[in-house]
């Protein structure tokens, strides 16, 4: 973002899209690290007050590394799946995050 006076503000911004209502959901993120894409996620999942069997994400950098072009999610990611029994998945095409 650009102010009148030419400063630059840099900030980045999680954006979470309900399925079926297509309500959206914003929130501001210091970086785009792992743990703050589980900050934000519960901060959704918690507003929302409900869980979802799977969630689309295409910000998969903070989800898996790639190691020898092998996909493997992070563990982390891994623990929160099994804790909360939603599945985390790369986003098709065209599609939108699924909460």
Known sequence: MKRKDGTVIQFE??????SYSRY???LYSPSK???DFLRCLIDVLYTSGGMPKRILTDNM????????????KHPIIK????DTEIHIQKEKLNRRADF
């Open 13 to 18: 911004l999680f954006a979470a899209t309900f």
């Open 33 to 35: 690290t792992t743990e």
């Open 79 to 82: 623990q929160f799946e099994s």
């Open 24 to 26: 959206h959901f914003f």
């Open 61 to 72: 950098t903070t989800v898996v590394s790639i190691n020898n072009g092998t996909r493997q």
